[in-house]
């Protein structure tokens, strides 16, 4: 019953809190027992960071908005290194490995992807093997010894194929996404850009 009472008064005392009281408390005279009060200024250093926030949405919008990613050119650019070296580790034209190579591909548009096959497998929208466009991302699982979901990434080209570091032994080659062992590795697809 206490509780209740208690509850009642902090609701009434909220109820009819002036501008400058955020909180009164009550006796059961009426007599006020506890107020907080505080006063109302502007704050000019939010404000200011607001202002700033909003431009640089207004940039980013902007930029986005001219920024038109030619799939043709990636893919292009991709197949300029086919035959290219295999090198574990790699991130430039003297040997790539998957991810690397992706990353050197993405790099040369303007765009930064992350390091490994994993970390690239987290950005992007998701999209269907019926949905595949040229330049989307495809992640494997090769290595299950590796204890981690995504191993292996290329780059669909169209028509069921992609391009890919594959290995030492192979270097960079153009595979069939449905006609090669990759098929029972498929995890999943990202599409980076529109």
Known sequence: MKKIILLTII???MLFAGHKNIFIIKNQDGTVVSGKKIQHTHNTFFDDLIEEQKKLLSELKRVKSKTKYNKDNIVNNAKH????KYVWGGTQPKG?????YVKYLYEQQGIELPR????QSKVGLYVTRKELKKGDLLFFLTDKSRHIPITHVGMYIGNDKFIHAASRRKGIIISSLSKSKYNKYFVKAKRIIE
């Not at 790539?96 to 690397?100: I, Q, T």
């Open 11 to 13: 609701l009434h005392s």
């Open 81 to 84: 290194y086919l035959g290219g």
């Open 96 to 100: 790539f490995d998957c991810s690397g």
């Open 116 to 119: 490994t096959a994993y970390e």
